[in-house]
């Protein structure tokens, strides 16, 4: 026996999500926990309303078959003196731009641990889960070093592989037409599907850490076990998402253009469109806390049903006894005898009482 069928749906969570966000971001409408919010939002990694795009193909005059060698005025300065300032320009750029790569790897890391906590508990916090999730926000970013170090290395592998066999075949003078109709494909579909399992296992550590407080490789592991033993519900919450992405990237492309690229800064555009991501992490959630209590993140801590204190009941006094009239005395309360408490009926597992002797 495997215990009682789980019914894992699709369309309840993003209702439920829906009501989520509408409690936590409207019920009352509250600027500053909205301005909080946005910022544990913006931590993340959410930058902004996903509509700004940078195109590089947009810089004009850039004509490669006019391309020269770059001209100076200082007649002490020669072109080897220019190339290797130009080396060493372009390495200390390269340093400094994984530096801030890194630096916002690691902010985004612990990020993801205040804003799930911001909405689990419904409430516009930075400093305190920034404290209390460190443990486990730093193993999820050393988790990312890892994995992005390794995605490089199976990338060179399948690269390395697929010119390897053309460049052999090649040298046998084989045609290459089977290799590019046969590797590639096979290579690029590895890639996709290793690609959508990782992201997919990433996407629920945060909150399964959050929940167990366990290490990412314990999170991992179990989000990756959950998926084997049910790949059909997170198939269908890939497809629904991605259904989802489609239609905000058109959403906010529009929402860009209406606020004169505004929606596109970082952290404003967060703020501008704070209910997006606040629904879009509310839906992961409440469709994870579906296979059990071990996921759901809400299991030590109630679901928010109210945004404003619950109102204190005052219990009223009993009133007064009535006097007694003249000449009667009530006797003291500790004269009156108590009443015998109800004999305790005889429990049918227990023996009947022998009968007293003759």
Known sequence: MNGPVRKIEILSPFNQAIELTRLILFRPFDIAKWLIIGFAAFLSGWLNSGGGSVNPWSFRGWNTSSAQAPQFQFQSFNLDHAGVFLLVLIAVLAIFIFAIVILWLWITSRGRFIFIDCLVRNRAAIAEPWREYHREGNGFFLFLIVLIVASIAIVALLGGFVFGSLMLWRNYHISNTPALLVLVPIAVFAWVAFAVVVNLILYFMPPVMYTRRCSPGDAARAILRLILDDPVPFILFILFMLALWIGWI?????????????????YIG?????????????????????????????????????????????????????????????????????????????????????????
């Open 250 to 266: 058109m959403v906010g492309c529009l929402v860009t253009c209406l606020t004169c690229c505004l929606a596109s800064l970082p």
């Open 270 to 358: 967060t703020v501008m469109v704070l209910p997006v991501p606040v629904f879009f992490r509310s839906f992961s959630l409440l469709f994870l806390r579906q296979f059990g209590a071990d996921w759901d993140v809400w299991s030590k801590i109630p679901v928010p049903e109210t945004t404003t204190p619950p109102v204190q009941t005052i219990v009223p006094a009993p009133p007064p006894a009535p006097a007694a009239p003249m000449g009667e005395t009530t006797p003291p309360a500790s004269e009156v005898p108590p009443e015998e408490p109800n004999p305790p009926e005889p429990s049918r597992y227990e023996s009947p009482e022998s009968p007293p002797p003759p």
